[in-house]
């Protein structure tokens, strides 16, 4: 059972999101990572609907 575990724990690929986070503004950002752990794409949804993309390089 604990190889199973194991396996079931690790991916050969990046996952969906790298984080979700809230701001004082009721926005809610979540982050995706794009290329290793060196570039993450942002994006921003206020609380109205809109949502807007930024591209950081870490």
Known sequence: M???RRR???SAK???LAAL???DQDRLWVTTII???SQYRWFV???YGEA???K???
Do not use: I, M, Q, V
């Open 52 to 54: 807007r993309r930024y």
């Open 8 to 10: 079931a724990s690790l």
């Open 45 to 47: 949804f206020e609380s």
């Open 14 to 16: 990046w996952p969906a």
């Open 2 to 4: 604990d190889t199973h």
């Open 21 to 23: 986070k809230t701001d």
């Open 56 to 58: 950081l390089n870490y």
């Open 35 to 37: 290329s290793g752990l």
